[in-house]
């Protein structure tokens, strides 16, 4: 009886699941499977591996690498900075608040901050140094996706860094620990998987980034996100797009793997 | 006797924002290989003072020497004390080895050393063999005996104890106040033992120091402090205690319950007010027309050692007696006590007037 109820509970999840997630997943490895002219092969994947689509992915990998990282280096201090001011509440609200606004609309804000006509190259004038070419330039494009992922960096670590008991801080200085090695060697380990989440909620996405490559780095910065939509858009090689989302999949699931096994793992080490 | 002194404090008040001070101008000396306790209710300044002794909090006023240097404002990695902490804070992410090596590993001591060092220190908690074994899967006592391990492999001249033994159950409490008493023996270091629990306060230390409102209300043996509170608040906290207003009469003539009574105290104004504290297990019943007190008997517990028995007075004051007989509730008795057993405290009077106005029966009896 009652596990009859708890069936019927579940029921709007299972439609989800299997209307949003098993569904494009099998028609997205459906699709891989037809070249252009819909004719079954496997050619699409012999064209993965070759140096042009190597190359994309390598880079895909790296700036997602470099804006995971960058990312870490401002969330870390920052969400560490937030637990120890006294309405930390309010300062994480108004930290995560950002994240709530469409993607587009701070794509298009920094254009005209990063233009050459823009406030940050009139500042740069005004100092002296001269107009730059900020927009359209790999700096930017890290710049501006690190804006846009910090938020879910902040969170989790603010969170670990909240929930560490305080008395470990003070008891590794009682130990003779200096401010560096309490950090290196209790804070920062014991805080390790709000970074792993964090990195997780920012590497992923910031692996199929696509709209900020164009608007900001000016296609210059082609990434594996770049290449699906192209496909899908505008050669209309829908197989091609399919089988690097295929990839794209298979590197998330690998990424969740290797970030994520660490919690459950730990805790039974004896 | 200077040497003798390893942790001073000149007249320390800690206080935050705007709020009353947690610890008022707080004087106190505690000497080399003695079982300090500050004893007192929470919020009452006793963690306030170990926290300043161990530096994660600097005083507001006031100066905290340590082998006769100031240490008020150094870092707490740079002074020769530990703490065990009343959670224990042992690191969850390293096992035991590692967390008794922690110490000796941020002050960069060779490899060798420290791992003779670490099992010395476990062999002296008798924590051998369990050097590979995660923190989380430690029962209570030996979570204890780590963090006490973790502690004294720095040899630190002072050992700080916040309320260790509060997370433990009764038993294990019991047998842990010995681990303590002959660690602290064995090491020959000072401890400071902060505590709410007068029980365990006056069977480990050399010294206690009962603290309220942020002030010492009196400092002494537990013997000095059982016997001779000098005020109400002592009295109340340490043991069980009958507290009555009376009038001192006269040297070794005080007045309560509606008649006069022998005592040994001296020292008051003649007819000055006072309070008289008699402790309910040097009260004796005695059949009603023999004691000093005519009681009757209100109610009684059974305590295992012995029966808790309350009764009033006819001027109404109420009375606990420890007995190892039973009484009866309802009947009439006599409550015997002699001249020893009944203490006069001076309304409002503090430490050094108490302290001054001993000496004097010192002077007398010396006298005689």
Not at chain 1, 194 to 201: E, I, N, T, Y
Not at chain 1, 205 to 234: C, K
Not at chain 2, 9 to 16: A, D, G, H, L, R
Not at chain 2, 226 to 252: L, T
Request: proline content about 4%.
């Amino acid at each position: 009886m009652q596990y009859r109820t708890r069936n019927i509970y579940l029921i709007p999840y299972a439609v989800w699941i299997a209307l949003f997630v098993i569904a494009p997943i099998v028609l997205i490895a459906y699709y891989s499977m037809f070249d252009i002219d819909g004719a079954l092969t496997v050619g699409n994947y012999r064209r993965f591996f070759t140096p042009v689509y190597m190359g994309m992915t390598v880079r895909s990998f790296w700036y997602a690498f470099l804006v995971t990282m960058f990312s870490l280096l401002v969330a870390y201090p920052t969400a560490y900075l937030l637990t120890k001011t006294k309405h930390k509440q309010l300062w994480l609200l108004l930290m995560i608040m950002p994240s709530w606004m469409n993607l587009l609309l701070k794509a298009y804000a920094f254009i005209g901050m990063f233009g050459t006509y823009g406030p940050v190259n009139a500042l740069l004038g005004a100092l002296g140094i001269g107009t730059k070419q900020i927009l359209f330039t790999e700096f930017s494009f890290i710049f501006v996706a690190v804006y846009i992922f910090v938020p879910f960096m902040i969170l989790p670590i603010f969170n670990a860094l909240d929930e560490l008991n305080p008395s470990l801080v003070a008891a590794a200085r009682d130990l003779g620990a200096s401010g560096w090695d309490t950090f290196r060697r209790v804070v920062f380990p014991l805080t390790i998987n709000g970074v792993k989440s964090g990195c997780r909620a920012v590497f992923i996405p910031a692996l199929s980034l696509f709209m900020i490559t164009r608007l900001i780095a000016g296609n210059r910065v082609i990434t594996l996100g770049t290449a699906i939509e192209q496909h899908f858009l505008v050669t209309q090689d829908w197989g091609m797009g399919s089988t690097i989302a295929v990839f794209l999949i298979i590197a998330m699931g690998l990424t969740m793997v290797l970030t994520g096994s660490g919690e459950e793992g730990r805790q039974h080490v004896k | 006797m200077a040497d003798d002194v390893i942790v001073r404090f000149e007249n320390v008040t800690k206080q935050y924002d705007d709020d009353p001070a947690v610890l008022d101008d707080v004087s106190l000396r505690l000497e080399r290989g003695k079982f300090y306790t500050l004893l007192g209710p929470s919020g009452c300044g006793k963690t306030t003072i170990i926290r300043l002794i161990a530096g994660f909090i600097e005083p507001t006023k006031g100066h905290i020497f340590m082998d006769g240097q100031e240490i008020s404002r150094i870092s707490p990695s740079k002074r020769k004390v530990n703490t065990i902490f009343q959670d224990y804070a042992l690191f969850p992410h390293l096992n035991v080895f590692d967390n008794v090596a922690f110490g000796p590993v941020v002050k960069r001591m060779k490899k060798s050393d420290i791992a003779d060092a670490v099992r010395g220190a476990l062999r002296f908690v008798n924590l051998e063999g369990l050097e590979s074994r995660a923190i989380a899967g430690l029962s209570g006592g030996q979570q204890q005996r780590v963090a006490i391990a973790r502690a004294i492999v720095n040899q630190p001249e002072v050992l700080l104890l916040d309320e260790p033994l509060s997370a433990l159950d009764p038993k294990l409490r019991t047998d842990m106040q010995y681990e303590l008493r002959e660690l602290q023996r064995r090491l020959g270091i000072t401890f400071v033992f902060v505590t709410h629990d007068q029980e365990e306060a006056l069977a480990l230390s050399d010294e206690i120091f009962v603290l309220n409102n942020g002030r010492i209300q009196q400092s002494g043996s537990p013997t000095d402090i059982y016997d001779e509170p000098v005020n109400r608040f002592v009295a109340d906290f340490i043991g069980e205690s009958n507290i009555v207003a009376g009038i001192m009469i006269s040297d070794y003539l005080v007045e309560f319950a509606g008649r006069q009574f022998e005592c040994v105290d001296k020292g008051f104004n003649p007819d000055e007010p006072a309070e008289v504290v008699i402790r309910p297990e040097d009260l004796e019943i005695t059949p009603a027309d023999r004691g000093k007190l005519r009681a009757r008997v209100d109610s009684q517990l059974f305590r295992g050692v012995h029966y808790e028995i309350c009764c009033y007075d006819e001027n109404g004051n109420e009375w606990i007696v420890h007995s190892t007989r039973k009484a009866t509730v309802g009947d009439e008795v006599g409550l015997d006590f002699g001249p020893d057993d009944i203490h006069v405290m001076r309304l409002g009077e503090t430490e050094d007037e108490f302290d001054k106005r001993i000496e004097s029966y010192e002077e007398a009896r010396y006298a005689v």
